[in-house]
């Protein structure tokens, strides 16, 4: 299993930002896909989840409205869109599938937010 998380950046507030996941070593239509984020000196935290054919999506909270997961099944690929960065988003974005009861993480994308 690889999970390989690409287009993390510096950016200014309030322009949208979208991450990708390159996954492979597995079917990636048959699972769900998440992404978690870990914030400098934060624990790591679920951000979005998204159902095996992007038929469904999931967020917390404080999650709601501020980001978009989406998939391309075709690609194998799983998108997250910061809608509006802010500061309080920069943190290191990590794609993750849970297989078998193990849970897989790709190495992370950093994105930074400051004005």
């Known amino acids: 299993v690889q999970l390989v998380e690409s287009g993390g950046d510096s950016v200014q507030p309030g322009g949208p930002l979208r991450l990708s996941c390159a996954a492979s070593g597995f079917t990636f239509s048959s699972y769900v896909m998440s992404w978690y984020r870990q914030a400098p000196g934060k624990g790591r935290e679920l951000v979005a989840t998204?159902?095996?054919?992007?038929?469904?999506?999931n967020y917390p909270d404080s999650a709601k409205g501020r980001f978009t997961i989406s998939r391309d099944n075709s690609i194998n690929t799983v998108y997250l869109q910061i809608n509006s960065p802010k500061p309080e988003d920069t943190a290191v974005y990590y794609c993750?599938?849970?297989?078998?009861?193990?849970?897989?993480w790709g190495k992370g994308a950093l994105v930074t937010v400051s004005s």
């Open positions: 998204i159902g095996k054919t992007g038929g469904w999506t």
């Open positions: 993750n599938v849970g297989l078998r009861g193990i849970d897989f």
